[in-house]
């Protein structure tokens, strides 16, 4: 019921799908966020080693999922303000070493702005990946296309004892 395309999981995707207005096919429950993280990392497909933008200020499964991945965390300071890897700190980064996708955390729920975002995948050509496992109830698509990775674990906003959840475009 729980797992294996069972009743009751098929049904909170289904839930999920309508609250971020993509089809069920775009998003996909998983065991916890790290791991949701690490598949979605694989699945774009960088050259092993490649150079993954994560902040310096977040929890330690945002770079374990690179290094799952088989990719390099590179850490970059955050925004004094809010706490946050911006697109205008990545821009910077990119200039004076390589990257190769970048890995912003939506910081204790604050989100990050997916236009910024989106602008950025299209001005440099890199990936985004937003980590936002403490985000449930406040970092959306916002009407863009990204992906987004939660955590369900008991500490998060939207818990159940463990388990993720990514919404991609
Ligand atoms: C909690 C957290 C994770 C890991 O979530 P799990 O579901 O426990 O794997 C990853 N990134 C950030 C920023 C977190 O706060």
């Known amino acids: 019921h729980y797992s294996n395309f069972g009743?009751?999981?098929?049904?909170?995707?289904?839930?999920f799908a309508q609250q971020f207005?993509?089809?069920?096919?775009?998003?996909?429950?998983?065991?916890n966020a790290t791991q949701g993280l690490e598949l979605v990392l694989q699945a774009l497909d960088?050259?092993?080693g490649a150079h993954v933008l994560i902040p310096a200020f977040t929890f330690v499964a945002t770079a374990t999922a690179v290094v799952r991945?088989?990719?390099?965390?590179?850490?970059?300071d955050v925004d004094a303000c809010t706490w946050m890897l911006t697109p205008e700190i990545a821009?910077?980064?990119?200039e004076c070493i390589r990257?190769?996708?970048?890995?912003?955390?939506?910081?204790?729920?604050?989100?990050?702005?997916?236009?910024?975002?989106r602008q950025f995948e299209g001005d440099t050509g890199l990936?985004?990946?937003?980590?936002?496992?403490?985000?449930?109830?406040?970092?959306?698509?916002?009407?863009?296309?990204?992906?987004?990775?939660?955590?369900?674990?008991?500490?998060?906003?939207?818990?159940?004892?463990?388990?993720?959840?990514?919404?991609?475009?």
């Open 46 to 48: 960088l050259p092993v």
């Open 69 to 76: 991945a088989g990719y390099r965390p590179v850490l970059a």
């Open 21 to 31: 207005g993509v089809p069920n096919e775009n998003l996909t429950t998983v065991a």
């Open 91 to 94: 821009r910077v980064a990119c």
């Open 127 to 169: 990936p985004v990946v937003i980590d936002a496992a403490a985000a449930y109830g406040s970092q959306w698509l916002q009407g863009v296309e990204g992906t987004l990775v939660f955590s369900l674990h008991a500490t998060k906003s939207l818990p159940a004892g463990e388990g993720g959840l990514v919404v991609s475009s």
């Open 7 to 15: 009743p009751l999981v098929l049904e909170l995707e289904a839930a």
């Open 99 to 117: 990257v190769d996708a970048v890995l912003p955390v939506a910081t204790f729920g604050m989100p990050q702005d997916m236009q910024a975002w």
